[in-house]
């Protein structure tokens, strides 16, 4: 073969190896860059996988069904040098445990709905909310400690309990 795997398949230009049913054919493009793998559905060839190493790229597609990745053993690790992205209508994901470790963390949602057992948040330096309104509802205990507490009021500031206790 030549400088690379591309080159040494030049001479296969325009050859194909299709499945004895008919189902699955594969053939290098037409141009001779990359390798494409299609599925012949409903009389039609459907791309299941494409190779193009000039242009940097590798499409794996599923015409119909799920798309599994498996290791059985050991960790499946998804690497971009720039970006990994997923698109999908929900993005799902179940584990033990999960760990990101990240410069900056944005989240843009319409919605945002959280539920645990427990919340622990360690901030190093400046935890801020900015909020047209702020609701907080305790079946319990509401505790606020702090070394000092300064709470101020543009308008009124109701304090409405059986008892107020101060000092």
Known sequence: MGKNVMEGMLPLLGAALETRDGAARASLTADGRG?????????????????????GRLTLSVPKGDLRLQA???AIELTGAEAVRMRG????????????RVGTWRVAAGWVRERATHVVRDVEQTLQTSAKQVRTRVR???????????LRSKDDTAIDGKRVLLG
Request: aromatic share 4%; proline share 2%; net charge negative.
């Open 35 to 55: 390798i494409e793998v299609t599925q012949r559905e409903d009389g039609r060839d459907v791309l299941v996988l494409r190779v193009v190493p000039s242009d």
């Open 72 to 74: 059985l053993s050991g």
């Open 89 to 100: 209508k929900r993005i799902e994901g179940h584990a033990t445990e999960a760990s990101f």
């Open 140 to 150: 319990g205990l509401f505790q606020l400690t702090s070394e000092r507490t300064t």
